[in-house]
C-alpha cells in the first residue's frame, strides 16, 4: 500500500521528488504519513478536501481485502507553515 500511496502521489504533486510517504503502527492501524513541499499540500487535499478523502478510501478497501486496516495523514513540518507577518 506505500509504495502505491507513493506512486498516486507523486503524480498529483509539482516536486514529486520531495514527496515521502512512512508508515507506523498504532493500536492496530497503519497510519500512512504523507511529507511533501509545503506548496503541494494544497493539491493533496483538494477542494473541499475531495484528493485526500479518495485517497483514504483507496488505501482502506486496498488493506481491507489484505484484511488489514489503515489510514493516511499529512504532515506538515514546522517549516511548511506560513510565516507570520510582522506588525
Do not use: N, W
Request: glycine share 8%.
Amino acid at each position: 500500500m506505500q509504495t502505491f500511496l507513493e506512486y498516486v502521489v507523486k503524480g498529483l504533486v509539482d516536486q514529486a521528488e520531495e514527496v515521502q510517504v512512512q508508515s507506523r503502527d498504532q493500536r492496530g492501524q497503519t497510519i500512512y504519513e504523507l511529507r511533501m513541499h509545503p506548496d503541494d499540500v494544497g493539491k493533496v487535499i483538494g477542494r473541499k478536501g475531495s484528493t485526500i478523502h479518495a485517497l483514504r478510501s483507496l488505501v482502506q478497501v486496498g488493506a481491507a481485502k489484505k484484511g488489514l486496516r489503515c489510514t493516511v495523514e499529512i504532515v506538515e513540518t514546522p517549516d511548511s507553515q506560513p510565516e507570520e507577518s510582522e506588525a
